[in-house]
């Protein structure tokens, strides 16, 4: 690897992360080293700077997506991932001749009960075939080409099994490289067990559902939950969700026609009929889909979509529950609603509307869902929501800059 960018996530590391960057500049003197601060609240930043590392800072997000923000601003060629409180020789991962090089520890170093650990063993096994010890070790050397392959990584602390999936997915040469390293190991106390739950959580959703959003971070389509919440729409959200999973590049109803056999024209039958079903009138039918079509319209930057659904739920007493909890994932850029959720959110709404409209006023609300969808088709109400002064100010509030 002769070209080579060593980059080092980090949050409220103060006490570690200048040894670890000194030690990296050592092994690694041609290499630029960055570190990603994910929102630290202490020195972090200022001492990985004194140590001579270059900082990209950033608000809280997670770690896959502090690595995936840094790795825009590197320079071309290899990469080599590491943890802010790693203490060891990571040279023999660079000298690899593999496309992706894994440290694995060669004395384990406390941890808890293997529950994340053994979770992605298992997960990566079914889907790849390959067994590996060390899923979740943040010690990574990547080829110019897994690099190409592999980022954006996957959100939070699901980036390393994500890599591995990815490198796997596309017939690239993974191997374990045992070293004789030490970091500061998590013990089995609430504060451990509450990491371990987060990885856990960040494991399971990195073999689902993901998207890239405008930031370039790829994130995990959670939408879905929003079935569970209100499980009478749990069957458009099962129906956005094969469109998560299988969709293809085709935007809009018109591309979706044109194109057949796509997951979009699934949603264009599947989501009228669900709502012809569930209210057993045509007008319930064109409510619930055009509703669902206009927020999916939405889904565009973070907050978008929930922010539409939170003031037309008010009074339209949708319940705003699935908003309340999903909120703080979307407008963070942790997780994206995905038309699993922004299908099956419009689908309340238009249940809601059916229900507290009758005879004109339901028509009235067919028009107006009619014009709103017309519009996205013909130009983007994206665009026409950030070219309105109070529109884009409300659109902007709460979002990560």
């Known amino acids: 690897m002769a070209e080579l960018t060593v980059i ?15 030690a990296l500049r ?54 080599l991932l590491c943890d802010a409180d790693l203490a060891g020789d990571l040279r023999p991962l660079v000298e690899s001749e593999t496309d992706v090089a894994v440290a694995a520890f060669a004395e384990r170093q406390g941890g808890g009960f293997g529950l994340a ?9 079914l889907a790849t075939g390959r067994d590996l010890r060390e899923p979740l070790s943040g010690q990574r050397a990547l080829s110019k080409t897994a690099r190409a392959q ?11 099994v994500g890599i591995t999936l990815d490198a796997l997915g596309a017939g690239l040469t993974v191997a374990e490289v045992e070293l004789q390293l030490r970091h500061r190991a998590t013990g089995r106390d609430l504060r ?50 094969v469109d998560d999973f299988f ?37 319930g039918a064109l409510l619930v889909a055009l509703a669902a079509n206009a927020l ?27 908003a309340v909890m999903l909120a703080p994932y979307d407008l963070r850029e942790m997780a994206m609603l995905g038309d699993s959720g922004s299908n099956a959110l419009g689908a309340v709404l238009g249940l809601s509307s059916v229900e507290r409209f009758t005879g004109r006023g339901r028509w009235l609300a067919i028009g107006a869902l009619a014009g709103l969808n017309l519009f ?13 002064p109070v529109l884009r100010d409300l659109d902007a509030a709460g979002r990560q800059a």
């Open 26 to 79: 050592e092994q690694f003197p041609n290499a630029e080293v960055i570190v990603a601060d994910d929102g630290s609240r202490d020195r972090t930043a200022l001492e990985a700077e004194a140590a001579g590392a270059r900082v990209v800072r950033l608000p809280h997000r997670g770690k896959g997506q502090a690595l995936t923000l840094a790795e825009q601003t590197a320079a071309p060629g290899a990469l």
């Open 296 to 322: 999916n319209q939405l889904d565009t930057k973070p907050g978008r979509a929930l922010k539409a659904y939170t003031i037309a739920a008010l009074p339209l007493r949708a319940p705003l529950l699935p």
């Open 376 to 388: 996205g088709e013909l130009t983007s109400l994206g665009d026409a929501i950030e070219r309105t």
């Open 247 to 283: 969709s293809g590049p085709e935007r809009g109803v018109a591309a979706h026609l044109r194109k057949g056999r796509t997951t979009g024209v699934l949603k264009l039958a599947g989501i009228p009929l669900f709502g012809l079903i569930a209210t057993r009138k045509v007008s």
């Open 192 to 241: 451990g067990f509450a990491h371990r739950a987060r990885q856990l959580r960040d494991v399971v959703l990195a073999f689902g559902p993901q998207a890239t959003n405008h930031r370039g971070l790829r994130l995990p389509l959670v939408g879905w939950v929003t079935g569970v919440f209100v499980p009478r729409i749990a069957p458009v959200a099962a129906i956005g969700l």
């Open 8 to 22: 080092v996530a980090a949050r409220d590391e103060e006490e570690r992360i200048g040894a670890t960057v000194a």
């Open 117 to 125: 650990k053994g979770t992605a063993k298992r997960l990566l096994s």
């Open 150 to 160: 592999c980022f954006p990584a996957s959100a939070g602390f699901g980036c390393e």
